[in-house]
């Protein structure tokens, strides 16, 4: 089968390609990962290659011939006969509804042309080399929003470079010459700024939280009525409060926060209703915890798991409890 690659889009775009190759194409284009290349590559064709040039010099040549003619004098004549009000109402039914699937097409392919979007499923980690040098580590579960470097950040977002993170990533962020900013944004109001530096952003529906591995990092409050700013050093986590408020204080290993990019759990007196959440978040299963006082049974300890069948194998050991799985449903009970 042959590949789908950059050169074939293009050739594609330019009408070249073959009946078979363009069945390929559709069948390549049913995985929405793979949309994002296709209209990147048109938008850099139809740069390359505009549909229509015009010829201005001639235009204006016309258009000055036209002008030297003497202007004709206007004669009476019996006016022409005025449209039918049916008439008149289906042409302007005709041009709204065109006008209106156009803006609506526009609207709906401006998103993929002007950002790249990375996601992972349950399970799977991503590792990114932005367009800057930086580099990012996604979690499971977790999707980030990046302006496509064809167009720039420039265009994008003036002097900053942002991106949009949903889930947990880590973010090893390359400074630039220029110092342009580089923000996460949270969609909660809240944005992370930093000009080079490591972190680790937790952003999820039951928490947001940052860690600080080296560098320095300046948190924002985007809300109308509380522009606050709050500076984080080395060693400290940050947690986004449901008023709107940020705690910060030191941890005493924060590298520990960025342990899963390594297929790593790191617990330190953790519930395990805490754990069941993690579960629920990385792996999509629905965990469920038979007793209020087993859901405050706290975990401690460093383990090794690159799915979710060995961390249910490992937590049923440590805790010397019954863990039965069927399908996408976990159930913690006391033996």
């Keep these: 089968m042959q590949t789908i690659t950059k050169a074939l889009l293009l050739e594609h775009h330019a009408g070249r390609t073959s009946a078979l190759q363009v069945r390929l194409i559709e069948d390549w284009l049913k995985d929405p990962q793979n949309q994002a290349l296709y209209y990147q590559t048109l938008f850099e064709w139809e740069q390359t290659c505009p549909q229509y040039i015009a010829d201005t010099p001639a235009a204006l040549d016309r258009f000055r011939r036209f002008m030297d003619q003497p202007f004709p004098v206007p004669t009476l004549a019996e006016p022409p006969p005025l449209p039918s009000t049916r008439s008149w109402l289906s042409t302007w039914l005709v041009a709204a509804s065109v006008t209106l699937l156009l803006g609506l097409a526009g ?75 580089f923000v996460v944004q949270t969609g909660r109001q809240f944005d992370v700024e930093v000009l080079g530096t490591e972190f680790v952003v937790f952003n999820r529906t039951r928490a947001t939280r940052v860690a600080l591995l080296k560098g320095s990092v300046k948190l924002r409050s985007q ?72 859901a405050e049974r706290m975990v401690t300890g460093t383990f090794d798991a690159d799915n979710a069948d060995e961390l249910l194998h490992v937590l049923r050991e440590l805790l010397g409890i019954n863990v039965s799985r069927q399908r996408n449903r976990v159930i913690f009970s006391a033996k």
């Design 107 to 181: 609207w709906l392919f401006r998103e993929p042309l002007l950002y790249q979007t990375y996601k992972t499923s349950f399970g799977q980690l991503k590792r990114i080399t932005l367009s800057d040098g930086s580099r990012v580590v996604l979690n499971a579960n977790s999707s980030l929003r990046v302006p496509r470097s064809v167009l720039g950040y420039q265009l994008l977002s003036g002097n900053d470079r942002l991106v949009t993170l949903s889930g947990e990533a880590t973010f090893s962020v390359t400074h630039t010459y220029d110092n342009k900013r």
């Design 223 to 294: 809300r109308s009525n509380d522009r606050r700013e709050w500076l984080m050093h080395p060693g400290e986590l940050a947690t986004l409060q449901p008023g709107g408020s940020v705690q910060v204080k030191p941890i005493a290993r924060p590298t520990d926060e960025a342990a899963w990019t390594e297929h790593r759990f790191v617990f330190n007196n953790t519930p395990l209703r805490e754990v069941g959440y993690m579960i629920k978040e990385n792996y999509g299963l629905d965990v469920a915890i038979k007793s209020p006082a087993l």
